[in-house]
């Protein structure tokens, strides 16, 4: 396997931003050889330690004069420009990361009259840009369409243009949202009866509720239960444990939780209205974004996620901090030794789940290319782990199963029975910081 360096990686970004965002104005954006030293000095710093601290940075490419003045956050972004500007190297980088909150600050950065890189000054933007991470009902201050460098960790940067990511560079390879398993067709199908399930609950309600209701978009249940799903992804990452997502049919549901071939669910939990919590859940949001929204929606077009996102009501809000602690939950049971178990309805069957060391052993599996499988490449499972290999047989033997391991370094590999084979997606990004 070839390993990409900085160099490399700034050329992939020229070329991605030509096709990317071709209409980018382009004082926003430096060339390629500007470009490629600002990314190697980025790199450079990735690898270094502040005081035994890890060196975490965002980067903004652009002029000081540039950001409207008088502005704070939450509502914008507030610079605050040095009286002599300092030199953009990694030593300047690694000294001042601890200063600038990688979740609340950038440091700007744009070239001199020489044209060389210079730090110019800091950008306060505050947390909120992370609403478009975690979802939630917000206002996002907007961040303009400049170019970010990322810096997460040793030898790990992405670079976005604005809010749109362009590709990152992880472990020497090249990561881009083109990987985005949540977008795949066979993915959505799978959940595609509960999402019709979904909206004929909603619909149901709107009847009821004698007031006029504006549509909502078809589209912004799936978007919802996607948050939660990436929620407790990145959660668990967060936890540097590792642990397994088990999804299976809900018409399955009483037959996993009882002895059967397949797994023994060592802390099963009751079928009541606790275990099925978060699917009411959902529809509860839906409608009460309907209901919300009508005080003030005079026009016809369904309402989506940017509306959702838009809108500041208090029930709104302690509806979705509810949905981010059911997501907490879940992701807290991964701490347990074992797989936790949940349906397609999001019903939480259990948790320490150990899937049967009887069922037939995978020696092949095939990795997915692109988020269809359309183009698979064959590889011999002998070098994973002991959690990867368990979750292949169990896709192996049960078809309709879904698998989501996460590994203690962070890895995420969505496993499913496809195309005759089971087959393993590297969901490289379940949000902008995991590039």
């Not at 509502?75 to 001042?96: A, I, Q, Y």
């Not at 909120?128 to 040793?154: C, E, K, Y």
């Not at 066979?186 to 309600?205: C, G, I, N, S």
């Not at 009501?313 to 879940?330: I, K, Q, S």
């Amino acid at each position: 396997m070839s390993h990409w360096y900085p160099h490399e990686f700034a050329a992939h970004i020229c070329r991605q931003l030509k096709t990317e965002v071709p209409e980018r104005p382009r004082e926003d954006c430096p060339g390629c050889a500007i470009l490629s030293v600002l990314i190697s000095t980025c790199y450079q710093a990735s690898l270094m330690r502040e005081e035994e601290r890890q060196v975490r940075f965002r980067l903004i490419f652009r002029d000081p004069e540039r950001f409207p003045s008088g502005q704070d956050p939450p509502d914008g972004l507030h610079r605050m420009v040095f009286l002599e500007p300092r030199p953009c190297t990694e030593d300047e980088l690694r000294r001042l990361s601890p200063a600038i909150s990688f979740d609340r600050a950038m440091i700007g950065v744009n070239l001199n009259a020489d044209g060389e890189l210079q730090i110019w000054g800091v950008v306060h933007s505050g947390p909120r840009w992370m609403q478009a991470i975690h979802g939630g009902t917000q206002l996002i201050n907007p961040v303009p369409d400049s170019l970010i460098v990322f810096v997460t960790g040793p030898g790990r940067i992405s670079v976005s243009v604005g809010p749109t990511m362009i590709a990152g560079l992880r472990g020497g390879q090249v990561v881009s949202m083109a990987r985005e398993v949540f977008a795949a067709s066979w993915l959505r199908e799978m959940f595609a009866t509960h999402r019709d399930e979904l909206w004929d609950l909603h619909q149901d309600a709107r009847q009821k509720s004698g007031d006029i209701w504006p549509p909502i978009d078809p589209e912004f249940p799936v978007i919802l239960g996607q948050n939660l799903l990436r929620r407790v992804i990145s959660l668990m990452r967060s936890y540097r444990h590792g642990g397994t997502l088990l999804i299976i049919p809900s018409e399955r549901t009483d037959e996993l939780k009882q002895a059967n071939p397949y797994l023994n669910i060592k802390y099963p939990f009751l079928t009541d209205i606790g275990r099925r919590r978060i699917f009411p859940h959902i529809v509860g949001i839906m409608n009460e974004f309907a209901r919300v929204a009508s005080r003030s929606q005079r026009e016809c077009r369904p309402l989506g996620w940017d509306e959702y996102l838009a809108l500041s009501d208090p029930v709104l809000t302690r509806m979705d901090e509810t949905l981010f602690e059911l997501a907490h939950f879940v992701a807290d049971l991964s701490l347990v030794d074992g797989a936790v178990v949940l349906n397609r309805r999001f019903e939480v069957l259990g948790f320490g789940a150990e899937i049967s060391g009887g069922l037939e052993n995978v020696t092949q599996l095939h990795v997915a290319l692109d988020i269809e499988g359309e183009t698979r490449q064959p590889e011999a499972v002998k070098g994973r782990g002991t959690r990867h290999r368990s979750a292949y047989r169990l896709c192996n033997a049960l078809h309709d199963a879904l698998a989501i391991v996460i590994s203690q370094d962070g890895q995420v590999l969505f496993v499913h029975w496809h195309d005759g084979a089971v087959t393993c997606w590297d969901q490289v990004a379940t949000s902008l910081l995991d590039f």
